[in-house]
């Protein structure tokens, strides 16, 4: 293997599981055209995977053979790498909360970020872009059940909102409390609503 293949590989292998990789970071040891080349070849080779254009990770090897890494992890990286904000999706936000008991089928995340797709061997994980009141209370509890209730829809807003009110921290209900104006206004006065009942 030349140098410039073996360089990359030995700079994916020190990135932790999930970790991205893009051609502009190894431009100081060639050309674009010989790093493209170098990336292609390692991708062919079974080496690298390409989750989209320009973005590579390192497979996953284990004893029973190597995998793609956790798409969780990607995300986690694909976020500080962009400075984006990625957060699960809200069918994943209401299934974490107990307020369904479906299991999404397809990996979605919101981003602040622009809409893409990932190609993690055989899946694929759509990263969608969100309007901003939707990640707006962050990623902890309280943005979850936003992203949740907006999942929920309108028709089950006020049952959703009684059962977060029972398992939610009281700091998290403070918080979605207290961040209500910054969201649609079915959902602002459903939680006014809920917070009053108290």
């Not at 020190?14 to 070849?41: I, N, T, W, Y």
């Not at 008991?101 to 899946?123: N, W």
Request: charged content about 20%; overall charge positive.
């Amino acid at each position: 293997m030349s140098t410039l293949p073996r360089s990359i590989l030995s700079h994916a292998e020190s990135l932790p599981e999930g970790g991205l990789m893009s051609p502009k970071e190894f431009l100081h040891l060639g050309s674009r055209a010989a790093v493209d080349q170098a990336l292609s070849r390692l991708t062919k080779e079974g080496k690298l995977l390409r989750v989209a254009r320009g973005t590579y990770v390192t497979p996953v090897s284990s004893r029973f053979g190597t995998r793609a890494p956790a798409p969780e992890k990607v995300v986690q990286s694909l976020a500080a790498q962009s400075g984006e904000v990625v957060t699960p999706h809200g069918a994943n936000a209401a299934n974490a909360l107990g307020l369904t008991q479906q299991v999404p089928i397809r990996e979605v995340y919101l981003t602040s970020g622009r809409s893409r797709k990932l190609k993690l061997g055989r899946y694929e994980v759509m990263v969608k872009h969100a309007p901003r009141w939707m990640l707006a209370l962050g990623s902890g509890q309280a943005g979850a059940a936003v992203r949740a209730l907006a999942w929920m829809g309108p028709s089950h807003v006020r049952e959703s909102l009684a059962a977060l009110r029972r398992t939610l921290p009281s700091t998290e209900w403070q918080t979605l409390t207290s961040g209500r104006a910054g969201l649609p206004s079915w959902m602002a006065r459903a939680i006014g609503e809920e917070a009053v009942r108290g």
